[in-house]
């Protein structure tokens, strides 16, 4: 084989190593904030509470809002649990913190509230429709919201304090 063809074949495995690490990237990119452009209306909040108080859409109004689902039997929700509650102590009433058990038992549920000590509202989504309504299709999934209760960002996995602020922040949801 010539030389010129040997060049030609490491060029080529290069520039396919090269191709295929930049979707890498881009695929974690995208696994971990999802802006889409549109702005849809958040769906309804479950109703039942596990940490009060009682939160709707309707008392969300009006401030930014991070929406948390999450469930006891998930790893990723175990692995961000304490930075939520960081997150959530740090917020001094300038964005909404909810959690949404999704999908749970409500003992194990429980279990993961005693042990992480959230002192944030959390309500109960039992049989997963409000996720459904949502597009959760895993854990754990966070979306922010605007003012008017409409989502800008979905955050997917485990996210410490300094990625639910920069994605806030990216969201010109951040003060």
Known sequence: MSRYRIALIALAVLAAASAATAAAVHLHAQTTSIVDGRLRPAPALPTEVMVPPRVTLTSLHGKPAVINFWASWCGPCQDEADSLEQFARSLHGRVALVGVDWNDGLDSARRFLAAHHWTF????????????????????????????????????????????????????LAT
């Open 121 to 172: 509202p959390v309500l109960r989504d039992a049989d997963g429709l409000v996720g459904d309504d949502y597009g959760v299709r895993g854990l754990p999934a966070t979306f922010l919201l605007d003012t008017d209760s409409r989502i800008v960002s979905i955050l997917l996995g485990p996210q410490s304090v300094e990625d639910i602020e920069a994605a806030l922040r990216r969201a010109g």
